[in-house]
């Protein structure tokens, strides 16, 4: 079963040790993601949602105050069985990430084409600058960038952050990766282009069949893009399934209160939500049948 | 775009020393004293010291000495100096060297073992490597360069004679001086062993004038590639699985030089002034000697002359740093250009 999955994650916790003591952050995260599927893990900040995709990329666990137990596979290989080496070399080839600030996120003083070289060379290390600059050009086009040379060229700071934002999403599948973390991607941008890069990004990982992981705080962004929804509150999942049947009928209290944070046009303002509640920490409502 | 930055500055850095000229010619007119009985001692005649004050215009008022004495400069005269008795410039260019020769020592010593450090310690942050040179770097920074002066000439030269006490070069080798860097002049004179032994007595008193230097670059740095280390384009390169050196070196480092560049800069600057104490520690025959031999003098044109010159290295080595920021940082680059 988890042979099919491009990611599987089993009862995963993670706590972090200081010298006041150790504070448990993810309390067994249980999340499938099957080959092509998009899912979004929505949750307030500081849920657990945005450590997850770090344990997943395998970046957490270089942090000496990270404990992490439970199993991470993907695409059949579990972390456990792999040297740090060994899960580093699928970072940017089979797993890659995009950011929530695109302006911030590329480095401010090295050109995009260098940038994109770096990572093209991640996979093919002795690729040529002809070909690399063929693929970039490619891949632009793909992100509707009309002017791929000039955009290649530039520094980062030369270019919108809608720009930026298109950048990243070439520069994150230009490698075609089987699995795509997608943290709150344009959350730094306004709202326009946001959507836009949205449908962009949803378009192309569709036609190449890329998973996603879509990490949000935002339900009115999840609906568009992703299939599946696991809600996340204070490390632990309280509420997953499809899309659809998540927005038609949110049973767990703490879904139904991120549901009324979404700002409406016709709205009385900012909605009254309680901030902690005995409700949100209710048990597991699952909307599938595909237990753990 | 660089040449015409460069010229810009220099067209600015002639107004700044002009400032400068201005400045301290009237600040050294202010002191108490008169300069032509000192310079002619107690025992002089009236008529002697009125004679002198006539040659040096002393008894014109100040706004027509300035007036001399910018005609002179233009002519590259900075009058003749009453310590010596030769011309200012003469002296000038016969202790400047020396003192530049340490300076730049010290500032290769701040950059050699400054930035390296720093990259080191932000590598291996709150490990020892970390505490190790945070240890070491905030006790060269806490002390001033002359108190490292004394205690390396104790430890390495006295206790352990490892480098030489004092001077510029071993006393049995003569060098004809052309450009007066002895580093140099040996070198063209093609004399190995005297090259080896310049560099054997340059070494103790640059290193200890360049150890404040060196700890202040080292913090900034280690603080700068922390910073650095926390942005996100950083964690986009690891997230995207570039070797971790690579990161260090061209992701993390570059960016981080810019304000560590700029500190150099202005530290070298500084080292022209604390080069006095470790120049009469190793009995260096510097300029930073010779000016505070002048200004006990009162020696008129040789304070002025060696404000200026010292000014002028000052701005030249803060051109040579802006130029260095401005092509590591492409936002500095691409502003001037559409300016």
């Known amino acids: ?292 | 775009m660089i040449v015409s930055r460069v010229a810009r500055r220099l067209g600015s850095t002639m107004l700044v020393l002009l400032g400068v000229s201005l400045l301290i010619f009237l600040i050294a007119r202010v002191i108490p004293g008169d300069p032509a009985r000192i310079a002619l001692g107690p025992r002089a005649t009236e008529e002697q010291v009125i004679q002198m004050r006539e040659v040096l215009h002393l008894d014109q008022p100040v706004i027509i000495q300035y007036g001399h004495f910018l005609t002179e400069l233009m002519q590259g005269d900075l009058g003749i100096s009453l310590y010596t008795n030769r011309p200012v410039m003469t002296d000038i260019a016969q202790f400047l060297p020396a003192t530049l020769e340490l300076v730049l020592l010290a500032g290769f010593f701040m950059v050699a073992l400054g930035l390296p450090l720093g990259v080191l310690a932000a590598r291996y942050r709150g490990g020892w490597p970390d505490n190790l040179i945070r240890v070491i770097t905030l006790l060269t920074v806490s002390a001033p360069a002359f108190v490292w002066a004394v205690v390396l000439l104790l430890m390495l030269s006295y206790f352990l004679p490892l480098f030489p006490i004092a001077g510029r070069i071993h006393e049995t080798i003569s060098i004809p001086t052309v450009t007066g860097f002895m580093v140099i002049d040996t070198l063209l004179a093609g004399h190995w062993r005297g090259f080896v032994s310049a560099l054997h007595h340059l070494f103790l008193p640059a290193f200890a004038l360049s150890l404040s230097g060196v700890g202040q670059a080292a913090r900034l740095t280690r603080s700068n590639m922390i910073e650095t280390y926390d942005s996100p384009y950083i964690e986009m390169a690891q997230s995207y699985g570039f070797p971790e050196r690579r990161i260090a070196r061209s992701y993390a480092l570059k960016p981080s030089l810019i304000p560590s560049l700029t500190i150099i800069g202005l530290d070298f600057a500084a080292l022209l002034g604390n080069a006095f104490l470790v120049e009469n520690i190793f009995a260096w025959p510097g300029i930073s000697r010779y000016g505070v031999g002048v200004i006990l003098q009162k020696d008129l044109n040789a304070i002025v002359g060696t404000v200026m010159i010292i000014s002028a290295t000052f701005l030249i080595a803060n051109i040579i740093v802006d130029v260095l920021v401005t092509l590591i940082n492409p936002r500095i680059r691409y502003a001037e250009r559409s300016r």
């Open chain 1, 1 to 292: 079963m988890t042979q099919d999955l491009t990611l599987s994650i089993r009862n995963l916790t993670l706590s972090f040790t200081n010298w006041e003591g150790s504070t448990q952050v993810l309390h067994g995260i249980d999340l499938d993601i099957r080959p092509g599927e998009r899912v979004a893990l929505v949750g307030e900040s500081g849920s657990g949602k945005s450590v997850t995709a770090r344990i997943v990329l395998g970046t957490l666990q270089e942090l000496a105050s990270a404990t992490i137990a439970g199993e991470v596979i993907v695409e059949g290989r579990r972390m456990q069985d792999m040297t740090p080496a060994e899960w580093r070399s699928l970072r940017g080839t089979d797993i890659s990430m995009i950011f929530q600030d695109p302006t911030v996120a590329l480095n401010p003083v090295y050109r995009i084409s260098r940038q994109f070289h770096e990572v093209l060379r991640r996979s093919q290390p002795s690729i040529k600058r002809r070909e690399a600059e063929e693929r970039c050009v490619a891949i632009l086009a793909d992100v509707s960038i009309g002017d791929p040379a000039r955009v290649l060229e530039s520094y980062p700071f030369q270019l919108s952050g809608g720009m930026n934002q298109r950048v990243m999403i070439a520069m994150a599948l230009i490698n075609e990766p089987r699995l795509l973390l997608a943290d709150e991607p344009g959350t730094a941008l306004d709202v326009t282009v946001q959507a836009q890069t949205l449908h962009l990004m949803r378009e192309l990982v569709e036609r190449r069949g890329t998973s996603v992981l879509f990490i949000s705080h935002n339900l009115g962004v999840v609906r568009e893009f992703a299939d599946r929804l696991y809600v996340i509150y204070k490390g632990r999942i309280v509420e997953r399934g499809p899309t659809k049947a998540i927005f038609e009928n949110p049973r767990h209290p703490y879904t139904r209160a991120l549901l009324a944070a979404i700002p409406r046009l016709t709205g009385s303002g900012i909605p009254d939500i309680d901030e902690v509640s005995e409700a949100y920490h209710e048990p597991l409502v699952d909307h599938e049948n595909i237990a753990a």
